[in-house]
């Protein structure tokens, strides 16, 4: 997706930090299925979780009970040490490995789930059937002097062993709208690279900022300190986040896959 600033871009700043492949998040070997899911209920054996919207698990139940066996690791993201199954509450996002089998009855139900995280903050997320994205922010509120942190995954989760995808760079774009117009986000480097996503491995694309001003801008000053910043922290005001794909599954660029993540952060 190529995207022209409002203003007359003479130079950019904070030249991108390029999303390259980064692959922090890698599963390696896992076979199955994820998704993330809402918890609804806490019962020890087992959660029932709604799926998130956006995941293909919701098009076929709204409900989902997912049983938790001696075998099920439960743990936090990012940490290796387990956790029990009381410290996931009603309300918590987790997200489910498991067979890709559900059984259908109401509601439907994972018998082989193999591990489940508990996840902090909140999670956005976009699929089709080649794709999963999932946008990751730890809270929707903030201060004005706060830093907000955010990422991305991708994952190919189609039928083959890998893919090839053709796009400018980056092939992912986070986008921040204020009041119907881009404030920052959508550079792309004209190109087109051929990149290679490998199913099973989870790629992460973290928050960078994108875009240029011109001198004349009124608002120069400010753009000026906010690129030199890499941490993000925003004015006040209400702003929609974007997590969005811009690439092809061809050379040609006719095959274009269009996710897109998208919520509302409030800076007070």
């Known amino acids: 997706m ?3 600033m409002k203003n007359t871009i003479i130079y950019i700043l904070g030249v991108m ?4 492949l980064l692959a922090g998040c890698g599963r390696g070997p896992e076979k199955g299925a994820s998704f993330i899911g809402v918890v609804l209920e806490n019962k020890q054996n087992y959660l029932l979780v709604e799926p998130v919207e956006g995941s293909a698990e ?4 709204d409900k989902i009970e997912v049983f938790i066996g001696e075998d099920t690791q439960l743990s936090l993201k990012g940490k290796t040490a387990a956790i029990t199954a009381e410290a996931i509450g009603a309300g918590s996002s987790v997200e489910i490995f498991y067979s890709g089998a559900i059984a259908e009855s109401y509601p439907a139900q994972i018998n082989s789930s193999h591990k489940i995280v508990l996840l902090e903050g909140y999670v956005f997320t976009a699929s089709d059937e080649n794709f999963l994205v999932n946008t990751y922010i730890k809270k929707l509120q903030y201060k004005e002097t706060e830093e ?21 760079e980056p092939y992912f774009h986070h986008m921040i ?3 119907g117009e881009v404030f920052t986000g959508g550079a792309t480097l004209d190109m087109l690279k051929k990149t290679e996503l490998k199913k099973g491995e989870i790629y992460t694309i973290p928050f960078s900022k994108s875009g240029g001003f011109s001198e004349d801008d009124p608002d120069a000053d400010f753009w000026r300190d906010f690129y030199s910043e890499k941490t ?3 004015p006040k005001g209400e702003y929609t986040f974007s997590g969005i794909t811009s690439f ?21």
């Open 2 to 4: 190529y995207i022209m």
């Open 248 to 268: 092809t599954l061809d050379e040609e660029q006719q095959d274009k896959v269009q996710l897109m993540t998208d919520f509302t952060v409030e800076v007070n």
């Open 148 to 168: 907000i942190s955010l990422y991305s995954t991708i994952e190919y989760i189609g039928q083959k062993d890998r893919i090839d995808i053709w796009s400018g």
């Open 177 to 179: 709208y204020k009041n």
């Open 58 to 61: 919701l098009a076929s139940a």
């Open 232 to 234: 993000l922290k925003l």
């Open 17 to 20: 930090i390029v999303l390259s």
